[in-house]
Structures are given as structure tokens and as C-alpha cells.
């Protein structure tokens, strides 16, 4: 009933810039949080945003001052601007809400089918 679209991945140089979004739509009564994945082959998938209903944030330390979130709540949407890439950035990017919605009071997580994002060297 909820469907997370993330866009705005590709390739970039290192050093460069890149904007993620995520649209939610769907039987939404609302969105407890919203936040960014990655997860590099190899890797396990970690936390690298997160944004709540009431707008604070939190970074995973590896893109403090390089990335930040921010919500649109009226559109139900999420971005990640991405600057100063390295390629260790390097990963699938997958867009996460915790949605209430009229069965799931207390919140569910939905994900995305992720956005890839490649950072040349």
C-alpha cells in the first residue's frame, strides 16, 4: 500500500555533488521518520541518515559536513544532498520511512528498491 521511490542517483566524479530523493506515496496517514540507507558490495547495510517528523537529524559519522538531509513533509518526500563524494560513498542507496498508516498504527518500515550511486576516483 506504500511505495518509496528514490531518484537521483549515477555517476560522478569524486569530489563532486549529487542530490537524492525519495517520494512516498500510498495509504499514508503519516511518517514517523524517514531516512537513508547504503549498503556497498561487500558490506553491510548502515545508517546514513535519518530525519524525523519533527526535523532532527542524524549522519552517520563517515558523512558528517558532507551530506544532509531534509524533508518535504507535504509532498511526503526526502532528500540527500551528497557533496565532497568520495568513492568510498560508493553503494546502493535505499530510502527508508517508518509510515503509520490505518493498520499499522504504531508504524512500519517500507523501503525502496534503491538508487545507485558511483563515485569515480
Known amino acids: 500500500q506504500v511505495q518509496l521511490v528514490e531518484s537521483g542517483g549515477g555517476l560522478v566524479q569524486a569530489g563532486g555533488s549529487l542530490r537524492l530523493s525519495c517520494a512516498a506515496s500510498?495509504?499514508?496517514?503519516?511518517?514517523?521518520?524517514l531516512g537513508w540507507y547504503r549498503q556497498a558490495p561487500g558490506k553491510q547495510r548502515e545508517l546514513v541518515a535519518a530525519?524525523?517528523?519533527?526535523?532532527?537529524?542524524v549522519y552517520a559519522d563517515s558523512v558528517k559536513g558532507r551530506f544532509t538531509i531534509s524533508r518535504d513533509s507535504a509532498k511526503n518526500t526526502v532528500y540527500l544532498q551528497m557533496n565532497s563524494l568520495e568513492p568510498e560513498d560508493t553503494a546502493v542507496y535505499y530510502c527508508?520511512?517508518?509510515?503509520?498508516?490505518?493498520?499499522?498504527?504504531?508504524?512500519?518500515?517500507?523501503w525502496g528498491k534503491g538508487t545507485l550511486v558511483t563515485v569515480s576516483s
Open positions: 500510498g495509504s499514508i496517514f503519516s511518517i514517523n521518520a
Open positions: 530525519i524525523t517528523s519533527g526535523g532532527s537529524a
Open positions: 527508508n520511512a517508518d509510515v503509520v498508516t490505518s493498520t499499522d498504527l504504531f508504524g512500519t518500515d517500507y
